[in-house]
């Protein structure tokens, strides 16, 4: 995931000043050279970082952040404050009045998710700020681009308008206007045509359309592995169209990053949206707060919570908690707790969110944990409902036919029971104490 190694490195700075008891202004040095080569090395540009540890430094002096009560954390604080200034703004992003027609462009060049991105925006504003959105298929210079838009609305549940036969996009977006208005649509998402590069003719179809619409939002989606091309894009197409955010693409790569934390210093274009996977469900509202957080190593507790509140299935946790307090937990139990860890995703981004695990996240393997939930999925469904119910059915032949069913081997039934026996004895052990503390339940 992008920033990853800066979130690493920042970590450790900071980790070499908090060993200090009192900071003097060659710890101040230090820990900015520190901070400076990290950003360098995560691709920031040079002119951004300059002025972002010009500031921090006078401010640190200003303040007379060396010489307080607890001199780390003021530094930390302040670092903090920087970094969400340089990723601001504060207002949270796509937070319409409820009834308020909101038009929304997408721009960019091709193949850097627009079409998707669109999609994504389309499926989080109707599930998460029940909005009716229409999405508008206007890139018509792509021959697929209306097929993969018809196909990612039903996915994402809204409306798609598309008119296959018409060969002006500013036609297509007229009527679409006009539908939208008869069919009480309150968000109305253009996607159009993209261009390897920027050129004269994109602009001028762009331009027509954005006359048109005066759209509420314009946003640009950039390939965060396209490194500081990013800002010169950003530039054209906001010279143009007066962009209101970007939308920061496959987040997921191994991108460095950096652009994300400079295109808003040089161009004055905020980060609203980062898309961190190809699933429509892979993309996340920009939060400079959060993602200052993160990358000081305080975690993101906050989208975590979100996170597991939209993924996790409350009552089926409640209803196997219950059961546990029974004193009852089956294989089927196992195989609810383990459906709700693949639901989580990556175990690995999850670590990342909390504060202080970010660099033991480095210690997890996401490819193998979900092959080792898949495996132990397999070998229960495999079973018979009695043998879920009743672990003392399970003989050799038995465990064989198991392991033959589910394509896995003796060993990793055995290791599965072994597993399941010890998680009964701990469900056992919670529910003596459970009796005895009236607090716990
Ligand atoms: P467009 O030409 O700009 O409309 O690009 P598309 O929306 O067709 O996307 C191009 C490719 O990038 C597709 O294969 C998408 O699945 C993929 N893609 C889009 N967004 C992301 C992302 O955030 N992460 C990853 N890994 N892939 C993405």
Do not use: C, W
Request: proline share 2%; glycine share 6%; aromatic share 4%.
């Amino acid at each position: 995931m992008a920033f990853d190694r800066l979130t690493e490195k920042l970590t450790e700075s900071f980790k070499r000043i908090t060993k200090q008891d009192r900071i003097s202004e060659k710890h101040l040095d230090t820990l900015l050279s520190d901070v400076r080569l990290a950003l360098l090395d995560a691709d920031v540009n040079t002119q951004v970082v300059n002025q972002f540890l010009d500031k921090i430094h006078a401010s640190a002096l200003n303040q007379k952040i060396l010489t307080s009560l607890k001199p780390n954390e003021a530094l930390m604080k302040l670092v903090y404050d920087e970094l969400v200034e340089l990723l601001g703004p504060e207002t949270p992003s796509f937070d319409y009045p409820k009834g308020q027609k909101k038009v929304i462009l997408f721009v960019g060049l091709q193949g850097t998710g627009k079409t998707t991105s669109a999609a994504k925006l389309a499926q989080l504003l109707r599930s998460k700020k029940d909005r009716k959105v229409l999405l508008v298929a206007a890139d018509l210079a792509r021959p697929a681009a209306i097929d993969q838009l018809e196909i990612l609305a039903e996915q994402a549940q809204v409306s798609v308008f598309v008119e296959k036969d018409e060969k002006n996009s500013l036609n297509v977006v007229k009527h679409a206007m006009k539908f939208a208005e008869n069919g009480n649509f309150d968000t109305i998402i253009v996607d159009t045509a993209g261009r390897l590069a920027i050129d004269e003719a994109l602009m001028l179809e762009l331009k027509q359309i954005h006359d048109y619409l005066n759209p509420d939002e314009v946003l640009l989606t950039v390939d965060a592995m396209t490194g500081q091309d990013v800002i010169h894009t950003a530039d054209g197409f906001n010279r143009n169209l007066n962009l209101t955010g970007l939308v920061v693409t496959k987040f997921d790569a191994d991108a460095k990053g950096g652009a994300v934390l400079s295109v808003k210093a040089l161009t004055g274009v905020p980060v609203k949206l980062v898309g961190t996977g190809e699933k429509l469900d892979d993309t996340d509202i920009f939060y400079p707060d959060r993602m200052a957080n993160r990358l000081i190593g305080m975690g993101d507790l906050l989208s975590l919570v979100e996170q597991a509140q939209d993924k996790m299935d409350i009552e089926a946790g409640q209803r196997s908690m219950e059961r546990i307090m029974e004193g009852l937990f089956t294989f089927d139990d196992m195989l609810d707790q383990f459906n709700q860890l693949s639901k989580m995703g990556s175990l690995q981004n999850m670590l990342k969110m909390i504060p202080g695990a970010s660099q033991l996240a480095n210690q997890v393997n996401d490819t193998e944990s979900n092959a080792m939930i898949k495996k132990n999925k397999a070998i229960i469904l495999s079973m018979t409902p009695e043998e879920r119910e009743d672990a003392s059915l399970l003989r050799a032949s038995r465990k064989n036919r198991i392991a033959k069913g589910s394509g896995t081997t003796l060993n990793d039934v055995n290791r599965l029971i072994n597993q399941y026996e010890k998680a009964k004895e701990q469900m056992r052990l919670l529910k003596r104490l459970a009796k005895n503390n009236p607090n716990i339940r």
